[in-house]
């Protein structure tokens, strides 16, 4: 897969000489959340949806809310997981792509990335997804990828999850038929098990346990 082959020119940039009309009435026909403006091929900046429709004077020209502009864009050589970064950071759904020579040569659409990151075998549902915690001063990435792929699994991905001042909670994909081993071993190694799975010996005789103790206390 090849991200660039997703960078798109449907929505034509404006420039600072458009009217706030001109950039009213595209956001009126495109769902998108921010316009950019080029001039001479290169990016200015973007104009929020939300500034241009606070502006009451449609006839004046872009040029005179360069204040409003917002910075922001990317390049040809980033990647799937940065991009999705840049969209969360600036609440937007589209992304100014720059080439090597800082020429505007199209956007990024949200929608099309989120459908190629769901694609991809990280998040494909017949995976396997395992969530664990550990304290920082343990943790290893090396250790979960150890961990993953001495049971014979097969390790798709991870990330950092969530992090606190003294533990981190790690989110793994992976492809496996023998869960149960694994979630076992991450204990072995005091990992703390997040998520919940049906073939989780450790559960189920925790369980047995419970029944058997309210059992008792019913006698």
């Given at each position: 897969m090849n991200i660039n082959d997703y960078i798109l020119k449907e929505i034509k940039a404006l420039s600072l000489e458009d009217s706030v009309f001109n950039a009213h009435d595209l956001c009126k026909d495109l769902p998108?959340?921010?316009?950019?403006?080029?001039?001479?091929n290169k990016l200015i900046g973007c104009f929020a949806?939300?500034?241009?429709?606070?502006?009451?004077?449609?006839?004046?020209?872009?040029?005179?809310?360069t204040h409003l502009l917002q910075q922001f864009h990317t390049n040809t050589k980033t990647t799937l997981l940065e991009l999705i970064t840049l969209f969360a950071e600036n609440?937007?759904?589209?992304?100014?792509?720059?080439?090597?020579?800082?020429?505007?040569?199209?956007?990024?659409?949200l929608r099309d990335i989120l459908d190629v990151f769901t694609d991809s075998p990280f998040m494909?549902?017949?995976n396997e997804t395992l969530i664990v915690a550990k304290t920082k001063s343990d943790f290893s990435m090396s250790q979960v990828s150890q961990i993953v792929e001495s049971n014979k699994a097969k390790l798709l991905g991870l990330y950092v999850s969530k992090?606190?001042?003294?533990d981190v909670e790690i989110t793994i994909k992976l492809s496996s038929?023998?869960?149960?081993?694994?979630?076992?071993?991450?204990?072995?190694?005091?990992?703390n098990v997040i998520s919940q799975h049906e073939d989780d010996s450790y559960l189920e005789e925790l369980k047995d346990r419970a029944n058997y103790l309210r059992k008792y206390l019913d006698m």
């Amino acid at each position: 897969m090849n991200i660039n082959d997703y960078i798109l020119k449907e929505i034509k940039a404006l420039s600072l000489e458009d009217s706030v009309f001109n950039a009213h009435d595209l956001c009126k026909d495109l769902p998108i959340t921010h316009i950019p403006i080029v001039v001479n091929n290169k990016l200015i900046g973007c104009f929020a949806e939300d500034d241009i429709q606070t502006i009451e004077n449609k006839d004046v020209v872009l040029s005179e809310y360069t204040h409003l502009l917002q910075q922001f864009h990317t390049n040809t050589k980033t990647t799937l997981l940065e991009l999705i970064t840049l969209f969360a950071e600036n609440d937007c759904n589209i992304i100014p792509v720059l080439d090597e020579d800082q020429n505007y040569i199209g956007y990024y659409d949200l929608r099309d990335i989120l459908d190629v990151f769901t694609d991809s075998p990280f998040m494909h549902q017949d995976n396997e997804t395992l969530i664990v915690a550990k304290t920082k001063s343990d943790f290893s990435m090396s250790q979960v990828s150890q961990i993953v792929e001495s049971n014979k699994a097969k390790l798709l991905g991870l990330y950092v999850s969530k992090e606190s001042a003294d533990d981190v909670e790690i989110t793994i994909k992976l492809s496996s038929e023998e869960m149960n081993e694994i979630i076992q071993t991450f204990r072995r190694y005091d990992y703390n098990v997040i998520s919940q799975h049906e073939d989780d010996s450790y559960l189920e005789e925790l369980k047995d346990r419970a029944n058997y103790l309210r059992k008792y206390l019913d006698m």
